[in-house]
């Protein structure tokens, strides 16, 4: 068992930026890749970014390369996204993912066997 808790939500400007946690605990942070998704009302729940289980490789969707960055602290088993010049369209319940059992994809939620209860991020016009 993982169990995950996200925290950094809150409400920001166009522009602004925000840092996101997820604080893992349970099994051996360091030998599981991380992602991040987020839900818009309405909408399905999409891919953000994954960081594998050394850091050492990342992956994005379109929609955020260049303005948000995953990491990872394995010495804390604590997943970070950093959010840069958010956009309306970034607002979203954001939900950190543990990818224990190594799906061999990153994308899709099925990928992921466990998640946190998520934090709201809401980016103002």
């Known amino acids: 068992q993982v169990q995950l808790v996200e925290s950094g939500g809150g409400l920001v400007q166009a522009g602004g930026s925000l840092r996101l946690s997820c604080a893992a605990s349970g099994r051996t942070f360091s030998r599981y890749a991380m992602g991040w998704f987020r839900q818009a009302p309405g909408k399905e729940r999409e891919f953000v970014a994954r960081v594998s289980s050394s850091g050492r490789y990342t992956y994005y969707a379109d929609s955020v390369k260049g303005r948000f960055t995953i990491s990872r602290d394995n010495a804390k088993n604590t997943v970070y996204l950093q959010m840069n010049s958010l956009k309306p369209e970034d607002t979203a319940v954001y939900y950190c993912?543990?990818?224990?059992?190594?799906?061999?994809?990153?994308?899709?939620?099925?990928?992921?066997?466990?998640w946190g209860q998520g934090t709201q991020v809401t980016v103002s016009s």
């Open positions: 993912a543990a990818d224990v059992n190594y799906s061999g994809s990153y994308y899709y939620t099925k990928d992921y066997d466990y």
